[in-house]
């Protein structure tokens, strides 16, 4: 006579809710991935402005790299998105501006008639605009004609708009703190015709 088996196997899942479960755990982990790579490794960021025509315009979307700046030190010329803060009637705001590394820690720096002046020597800025540069009245071409020499302070970097005459910058608030950098923009991924690197 044969004795009855007992398994102890539990029984098998409903093969649709076992497909629902595997989807559900496969848009858990998408979302999560995504998410981490937002928080910590790339972001999209939107340009609202004139400031950095004509390298980048007002419909621009670029790609920022959250990581550069844990890899290698800031560069002049750079692009980068950083944290504007700024305080009114004890209100604390926000704002995320994209500008290009112009002066660094340490490095000092001076305008004369529009002309960039780093470490003594007049700067090659290629990305600028060419007609704006014929631009004879020098208020007209770069608002700040004429800054007094300055040092850079440790940990903080000078940055300004491409557009010179357009752009609210380190020329008014001062060089910004390293600490406030969210990355580096080294891509305009829309729209699609102007799909370059920065």
Same mark, same amino acid.
């Given at each position: ?11 098998e899942s409903h093969p649709v809710t076992k497909a629902l ?58 692009? !980068?998105?950083? @944290?504007?803060?700024?305080? +009114?009637?004890? /209100?604390? *705001? ?8 112009i002066a660094l820690p340490g490095d000092t720096i001076e305008?004369?008639n529009c002309a960039v002046i780093i470490n003594s020597k ?36 000078? !940055?300004?708009? @491409?557009?010179?005459?357009? +752009?609210?910058? /380190?020329? *008014? ?26």
């Open positions: 006579m044969t004795e009855p088996t007992i398994s102890t196997d539990a029984p479960r595997d989807w559900f755990l496969v848009v858990v982990l998408a979302l999560g991935a995504a998410l981490l790579v937002r928080v910590y490794v790339l972001q999209q960021f939107y340009i609202s402005g004139p400031s950095m025509e004509t390298t980048l315009f007002g419909n621009n979307r670029v790609l920022v790299n959250k990581l550069s700046y844990r890899l290698h030190d800031i560069r002049r010329g750079d692009v !980068v998105v950083f @944290d504007r803060v700024t305080t +009114s009637d004890g /209100s604390v *705001s926000h704002d995320d501006l994209i500008k290009r590394v305008i004369k007049p700067t090659v800025e290629p990305y600028l605009d060419k007609d704006v540069l014929d631009i004879t009245d020098p208020v007209n071409r770069c608002r700040v004609a004429n800054m007094p020499v300055q040092t850079v302070a440790a940990k903080k970097i000078f !940055v300004m708009g @491409d557009n010179r005459s357009e +752009s609210f910058d /380190s020329r *008014s608030f001062g060089p910004i703190s390293e600490s406030l950098i969210v990355g580096r923009a080294f891509a305009i991924v829309w729209p699609f015709h102007k799909i370059s690197t920065l």
